[in-house]
């Protein structure tokens, strides 16, 4: 298993097309709904990039015999009194990989990453139904409020958001 912060999505893109239609069509809450097309997530994943390229975010991604299996993006606020924080968005993990502590790992790499940066705040949201909530609050994240009905599901179904935050201590080591 290999964590990398990662400059450039272009020699990954095969692998994070598959990551997320994999993480879309098994009904994970990152703001799609299936099915994905490769064409839509193809899109998706140049978007990002533009934003990688433009420092506006950060990208993690775990790769395990060669392919990524996992991936996190850290959103950068280019607001002046919000230079010491970031958002934590679209923890993907592949099915295939679950549950063997990739999340956390990816998390782990998020602080790091921030801490370096000199980001001592984090924020995220997730689905408050969603497996991931209760490894945010085992790593210590706070929640500080429930939105009820802020996501929807394929089936149309409401579902209710948490939105967590934590704060960390920042380091002068490079993340690489």
Not at 26 to 35: E, K, R
Not at 141 to 165: D, K, Q, W
Request: net charge negative; glycine share 6%.
């Amino acid at each position: 298993m290999e964590l990398l912060k990662v400059d450039n999505l272009n020699p990954y893109l095969d692998d994070l097309i598959e990551l997320l239609c994999d993480a879309v069509d098994s009904g994970a809450p990152i703001g799609f709904l299936p099915p994905m097309s490769d064409a839509e997530a193809k899109s998706y994943w140049q978007s990002v990039n533009d934003d990688l390229q433009a420092n506006a975010r950060q990208v993690l991604l775990v790769r395990e015999d060669d392919k990524v299996v996992g991936s996190v993006q850290i959103g950068m606020s280019p607001k002046a009194n919000a230079l010491h924080r970031c958002d934590v968005e679209k923890l993907m993990v592949h099915t295939d990989v679950r549950e063997n502590g990739l999340g956390s790992i990816l998390m782990q790499g998020v602080e790091r990453v921030a801490a370096a940066m000199q980001r001592h705040l984090l924020i995220l949201e997730v689905r408050s139904d969603d497996i991931a909530h209760d490894m945010y609050v085992n790593m210590g994240y706070i929640a500080f409020g429930e939105v009820p009905g802020y996501t929807r599901s394929a089936n149309g179904m409401l579902h209710n958001a948490t939105f967590f935050y934590k704060e960390i201590e920042t380091t002068h080591e490079v993340f690489s």
